[in-house]
Structure formats: C-alpha cells, structure tokens
C-alpha cells in the first residue's frame, strides 16, 4: 500500500483545514487507518485513528473535539478535518496503515506539513 498525504499549508490560528491521504491497491479497507504528527525537535505522536469501517474513531486528548478523521474506502481515503487550530498544532502529519488495533504501523505516507500562525 502506498500512501499520499496532502492538504496540509499555513493557517492562522483558529482557523481549518483538511487533510487528506489517498491510498493505491485495492486492499484500503482492510486496514485502520491512523494520523500521527511530528513537530519540530519533538518525537513523533499519535493524533487519531478511524477503524476499517469508519464507525469506530479515537482521538489523542490534545485534539478532541477539534479534530475529526474519516474515510471513504469507495475513493480509498482517509481526511482529516482540523478545526480551531492552534500554534501547538504545527508539525509534519502523516497518514499511517495497519492490520490491527493494536498492531504496529505497516505502511507510512510521506507527510504533509501544517503550520498555525499566530
């Protein structure tokens, strides 16, 4: 599985935008689908994760209600939608596959930067 992020860009604080993560093959919906980010001198960390159906979502505590992830495994993409973005929030993200709840990551895409100005 390959994958494209793409979306991300410099926003103002408080503002949106949406990041997306288009996949090749033909085996998308086979996996959960993940978002991590990683900032500048920071190690890299969890931001959401939506499960192969799209019903089930979870989200780290520092993007709850600000943040929401989906898929579309016709279109095989996954977004994420990020709102009332903060400086905090600027990092390299990425889109990441895996079998498994609990397993390791198995595909990474490229990442996408995102910049919150201030």
């Known amino acids: 599985v390959q994958l494209q992020a793409s979306g991300g860009g410099l926003v103002q604080a408080g503002g949106s935008l949406r990041l997306s993560c288009a996949a090749s093959g033909r085996t998308f919906s086979r996996y959960v689908m993940g978002w991590f980010r990683q900032a500048p001198g920071k190690e890299r960390e969890f931001v959401a994760r939506?499960?192969?159906?799209?019903?089930?979502?979870w989200y780290a505590d520092s993007v709850k209600g600000r943040f929401t992830t989906s898929r579309d495994n016709g279109k095989n993409t996954v977004y994420l939608q990020m709102n009332s973005l903060k400086p905090e929030d600027t990092a390299v993200y990425y889109c990441?596959?895996?079998?498994?709840?609990?397993?390791?990551?198995?595909?990474w895409g490229q990442g996408t930067l995102v910049t919150v100005s201030s």
């Open positions: 939506i499960s192969w159906s799209g019903s089930s979502t």
């Open positions: 990441a596959a895996q079998t498994g709840l609990s397993s390791g990551v198995d595909y």
